[in-house]
């Protein structure tokens, strides 16, 4: 017999939509750049639909980034699931890759940068703080790494996001070849 596909409602869908937009648009623009208006346009929906939604943009912009980092936990899973050393270091290696994979067309990447900037919003700063301890306890979890190994691996992965947001991998001065040593995303 087969499986049967759940029909999403149209709020649903729309819900779905919006929030697929809102990631491409946040990431451009960021928090504070970016009006309902243009997730509603590239969602093409209307603002007031996007209201009905969301009842704010603070609202909007938290549900994306929870969104977000639903997509970094299941890049994490798909890494670990994958990994074939099934030690601490290699588990950990497993999902830097995934993640690194995740990260290649930048969007949860820049939603997550500025979703930094703006931490001075409680409400953000909240989903951000519950996204990070996700990602934390997945990982420590996952791989039975110890604290330092965690430590190090979010460390790395924060260092990877200042590689490819200032386009570093190409660049072939010193300083950025040292920051860049041995580590290679896609």
Do not use: N
């Amino acid at each position: 017999m087969a499986a049967v596909t759940p029909v999403l409602s149209t709020a649903e869908a729309r819900r779905e939509t919006v929030l697929d937009s809102a990631v491409l648009v946040f990431a451009h623009g960021g928090y504070l750049g970016t009006p309902i208006a243009a997730v509603a346009e590239h969602a093409r929906i209307s603002p007031a639909y996007v209201f009905k939604l969301f009842p704010s943009k603070e609202v909007l912009f938290v549900a994306t980034l929870e969104r977000c980092f639903q997509q970094i936990l299941a890049a994490l899973r798909r890494g670990a699931d994958a990994s074939p050393e099934h030690t601490p270091d290699g588990l950990l290696w497993a999902m830097g890759g995934a993640y690194a994979e995740l990260i290649s067309d930048r969007s949860l990447l820049m939603l997550q940068v500025h979703a930094q900037s703006v931490s001075d919003q409680p409400e953000i700063a909240a989903a951000l703080r519950r996204g990070l301890q996700q990602v934390v306890t997945f990982v420590q979890t996952r791989s039975g790494a110890t604290d330092e190994a965690v430590q190090r691996f979010v460390a790395y992965g924060q260092l990877c996001h200042l590689i490819v947001t200032a386009g570093l991998l190409d660049d072939t001065d010193s300083w950025a070849r040292m920051l860049t040593a041995g580590l290679h995303h896609p």
